[in-house]
């Protein structure tokens, strides 16, 4: 099994600022990742596949970069609908599908 | 517009049982492959199962292996999980996901539906 692990656990920064999350992966998984964001209550949703590649209706904002066993997911300037916790997910070799414990991006 | 709606949660005794189901609605249900996908209180997500376009292959988090059958019936556009001998530890809200083919992995997601597991 692929372990994923999502550093920092937790993200402060204010609106306006630059957020740079991190994912690795206990193995490569080629570019076979995915980020996803959830909001309290609601249910989680896709921002990037591919690694790079923005989901439809995804703002140019988020952008997503790596490959192999280290990701990085960028998000230019957070705004406050932003404020979530984002979850990346390989997809490379499965079962099972894995993925990592979070980075809640909070208000500065 | 592509939707998935959970329902059958609920509270339920360890050892007891529960079925729960996802409708499809909005795209060809069965051109898709479905995932269940599982949040327990205040942690992340975790894969449960999944099964392909026709229901003829089917794969289980090694943690709910031989408790937990995913099913799918392609002419009612639903998607099933049959949940026996639940414990403690399945309490979670359940999502339903699509499987957008690679390489887009869960594309579409259910609001979910709590499962609670307690005496």
């Known amino acids: 099994e692929i372990v994923m692990t999502q550093s920092p656990a937790t993200l402060s920064v204010s609106p306006g600022e630059r957020a740079t999350l991190s994912c690795r992966a206990s193995?490569?998984?080629?570019?076979?990742l995915a980020w996803y964001q959830q909001k309290p209550g609601q249910a989680p949703r896709l921002l990037i596949y591919?690694?790079?590649t923005r989901a439809t209706g995804i703002p140019a904002r988020f952008s997503g970069s790596g490959s192999g066993t280290d990701f990085t997911l960028t998000i230019s300037s957070l705004q406050s609908e932003d404020f979530a916790v984002y979850y990346c997910?390989?997809?490379?070799?499965?079962?099972?599908?894995?993925f990592g414990q979070g980075t809640k991006v909070e208000i500065k | 517009e592509v939707q998935l709606v959970e329902s059958g949660g609920g509270l339920v005794q360890p050892g007891g049982s529960l079925r729960l189901s996802c409708a499809a609605s909005?795209?060809?249900?069965?051109?898709?492959?479905i995932h269940w996908v599982r949040q327990a209180p205040g942690e992340g997500l975790l894969w449960v199962s999944h099964?392909?376009?026709?229901?003829?292959?089917?794969t289980y988090a090694d943690s709910v292996k031989g408790r937990f059958t995913i099913s799918r019936d392609n002419a009612k556009n639903t998607l099933y999980l049959q949940m026996n001998s639940l414990r403690a530890e399945d309490t979670a809200v359940y999502y339903c996901?699509?499987?957008?083919?690679?390489?887009?992995?869960?594309?579409?997601w259910g609001q979910g539906t709590q499962v609670t597991v307690s005496s």
């Open positions: 997910q390989q997809y490379n070799n499965w079962p099972p599908w894995t």
């Open positions: 099964v392909n376009r026709d229901g003829s292959s089917t």
């Open positions: 193995q490569s998984v080629s570019s076979n």
């Open positions: 909005g795209f060809t249900f069965s051109s898709y492959w």
């Open positions: 591919g690694a790079s």
């Open positions: 996901a699509r499987d957008g083919g690679f390489p887009r992995p869960f594309d579409y």
